[in-house]
């Protein structure tokens, strides 16, 4: 019995780029896609959001001279081809998804909206929701906490590159202690990066809790799905 019936999974799009450095490493989505098979043929619905660091970041845009609501609309595009690419990924080993942008771009995706969403999780569909929130200096993170209580999820999935939140980036600080579990408020206080804190805050009224892992080592999604604690729940 899968430990969650319907979740939103949250992946980043730097983790795409696997070791290239830019764009989209082949072996890495393909890798994602196994391990979201694998949780989809648990009988779990699943909504997902993906972002496009690994192809344009608005912010870090406006920062070399571009228009920051320009810059932001990219980053949205970026979303959108990252979406496709998995999308592309899930259907060529049988899973059947559905992309759905919050900017209108058909024939390449349907226009968001809940119940397009719902509809498609029921039908046993991967829901892909890209475009971030539709609009300028709200991040993916922003668009995942959104989306992930719009659909009713029972939580959301943050696979990064790290197992978990720690007191500071273990990437940097070897003496970095790691947390089973923390509260939406000491996140705030610490000043901890889990999420933008647009998105923290959203969680934290909404009660929607995070549960932060590692998505880069296979079958970790299935470990999560299985009931391991290979990660950090985020709640009230």
């Known amino acids: 019995m899968a430990r969650f019936k319907r979740i939103l999974l949250k992946l980043s799009g730097e983790s795409l780029m696997g070791n290239q450095g830019y764009g989209i490493d082949a072996g890495r989505l393909a890798d994602y896609a196994r391990q979201i098979k694998e949780t989809h043929d648990m009988g779990v619905q699943i909504g997902i959001v993906i972002g496009g660091g690994n192809i344009f970041r608005g912010l870090s845009g406006s920062q070399k001279g571009f228009d920051r609501v320009r810059g932001d609309q990219m980053g949205m595009c970026a979303t959108v081809i990252n979406s496709l690419a998995l999308s592309s990924a899930l259907e060529s080993i049988g899973v059947k998804t559905k992309v759905l942008t919050a900017i209108r771009m058909e024939p390449i995706g349907e226009f968001y909206s809940k119940w397009k969403a719902v509809e498609a999780l ?115």
Do not use: W
């Open 122 to 236: 029921e039908a046993g569909k991967v829901c892909i929701c890209s475009a971030g929130t539709g609009n300028p200096y709200f991040t993916t993170d922003t668009g995942s906490s959104l989306r992930g209580i719009e659909i009713e999820a029972d939580v959301m999935l943050k696979g990064t590159r790290v197992d978990g939140v720690y007191t500071a980036d273990p990437e940097k600080d070897p003496e970095a202690k790691k947390f089973a579990d923390i509260t939406y408020r000491e996140v705030i206080e610490r000043g901890l990066k889990v999420m933008d804190l647009t998105a923290i805050c959203m969680c934290q009224s909404n009660d929607f809790p995070i549960y932060v892992f590692n998505m880069d080592v296979p079958g970790n999604l299935k470990r999560v799905m299985d009931g391991e604690d290979i990660g950090t729940l985020v709640h009230n």
